[in-house]
C-alpha cells in the first residue's frame, strides 16, 4: 500500500537526543500559539514538511515565503559547561488535519522522530474549562514511566481517567506500544478565542526539558494579557446589543 504521507527535509541537521514539541490547533489554539512562539524566540529554520495528497489544499504565506501546512522546525545544539547539550524540533501547523489522515500522519511523525534518533516528543493540548476561571490547570499524559516522573516532578498532575484526541492521543498510544517517550501537556483554555495565556503554561514545563536551551514565555503572558482586554472590549461593546443578537451562535 503506498504510503500517503511524505516527508521532505530541506537541509540536513543533526538532531539526535532532541526533544520534539508537535502543535496542531485544537481546542483554544494552544498547540499552534506555543509552537509559533518557540519556533520566533528561538529563531528556528524550517528544516523539512510532511506532505499528502490528503492535506488541505492550503500553503502558509509567511514573510512573502509560500510554506506548506504542516512543516518542521529545527536550531543548533546547544551545550553546557557539564558538556550537557540540548536541541528542539517543532513540528506544527495551522490547520487541523482531516480525520483520516491523523493516524498516517501521527505514525510518519514517529518514524521520522526514531530515524533521527530524537529523545522525546511531547505534544502540546488544550482543554475546556469553566468560563470566569483565571488559574490555567495543567495536566500531562506520558507513554512512559520516565515522563510521568517528570511530569510529576515539575507539578503537573497526571490523568489518570480520560481522553486525548487527536494526533496527540496516537501519539500517546503508539508510544505505550514502542516503548517510545512521548507526553501530551493539556492546559485548560477558554475555548471561545485563542488562549496564549494557556501556552505560556505549558512553555514553562517544557522550558524545563531543556535546561540549556532558554524559553522564556513572559512575552507571551503580556501579550496574553493585551488579547484579553482587546476581547473584553470587544464583550462590552457587544452587551447593548445582546438581545438583539441572541440567537447567534457567537453569543452562546
Known sequence: MKDIISVYEYKKVDISNSLVVVGFPTVGVVGTIASRFIIDTLKLDIIGAFSSDFFYPITVVSK?????PVRIYGGNKKCGIDGR????VVITSEFFPPVNVMRPLA???LEWCESHNCSSIVTVEGFNMANGSKEVPLFGVASMKKGR???KKQKVELMEEGMVSGISGILLYEGEIKK???MCILAGVHSDFPDARAAAKVLEVVNKMIPEIEIDPEPLYEEAGKIEEEIEKHMQKAKPRQSLIQTSPMYG
Do not use: A
Not at 64 to 68: E, I, K
Open 107 to 109: 505514525n510518519k511523525i
Open 180 to 182: 517510545s517517550n512521548s
Open 85 to 88: 547539550c540540548d536541541q528542539i
Open 149 to 151: 516522573e517528570f511530569l
Open 64 to 68: 512573502g515565503r509560500p510554506l506548506p
